[in-house]
Every structure is written in structure tokens, then in C-alpha cells.
């Protein structure tokens, strides 16, 4: 059995083959002609582009010189504050790790009534 969706009805009924095949609102033939032109400024070749002036100075070679140099890690490079961020992560995730496992561990032991 075929189906058509009902415009009326707004649900699936029953249909001829001929009326399933060819639905309400399509065309048979599809039209070959190139479809017209939206907008008529042409494109841009990419050897046309302008170059912008951005408002800050490049820091990046410098800081690729100073990151790539004398094999601290990267994490630690800048210093003091560097020091202590990383310490306090480590300790931050050290704690939550030991209270994680005493959560499961208390967990896993029964209730004493």
C-alpha cells in the first residue's frame, strides 16, 4: 500500500501509486537554466586582500625565545606566581583525590544500626 501526507487532514493516508509517486506541490521537470544572480559585486581573488593593522605588537617570537630556552618546564617559567599555581593545583587535586577515595570507601562499608 502507498501513503501521501494529507494537506487537510495533516496525517499519512492511503494513496494510489501514481499519487504517491508524484506528491502535491513538485514539479516533474526540473528547469536547466542557471538560476539568476543575487548579488552583483564580483568576489574577491585572495591576492587582492588587504592587510590589516592590528592595535598590539607581535609578542610572539619573544616569547617563543623565552618559553624554548634553558629547560625549565613551561609550567614553572615565569616565576613565583607560576610556583604557586601549580602547587596549589597539586594540591587541590592531591585533596580530591584522598577525599574521593574516602568517599568510596565509606560508601562501600554497611550501615551498623
Not at 30 to 58: C, H, M, Q, R
Not at 64 to 80: A, M, N, T
Amino acid at each position: 500500500m502507498y501513503y501521501k501526507f494529507s494537506g487537510f487532514t495533516q496525517r499519512l493516508a492511503g494513496a494510489w501509486a501514481s499519487d504517491a509517486y508524484s506528491p502535491q506541490g513538485l514539479k516533474p521537470v526540473v528547469s536547466t537554466e542557471a538560476p539568476p544572480i543575487i548579488f552583483a559585486t564580483p568576489t574577491k581573488l585572495a591576492s587582492e586582500s588587504t592587510v590589516y593593522d592590528y592595535a598590539g605588537k607581535n609578542k610572539v617570537p619573544e616569547l617563543q625565545r623565552f618559553f624554548q630556552s634553558d629547560g625549565v618546564p613551561i609550567h614553572l617559567k615565569r616565576g613565583l606566581p607560576d610556583q604557586m599555581l601549580y602547587r596549589t593545583t597539586m594540591a587541590l587535586t592531591l585533596g580530591g583525590t584522598l577525599y574521593c577515595l574516602v568517599a568510596l570507601y565509606m560508601a562501600s562499608q554497611p550501615r551498623n544500626k
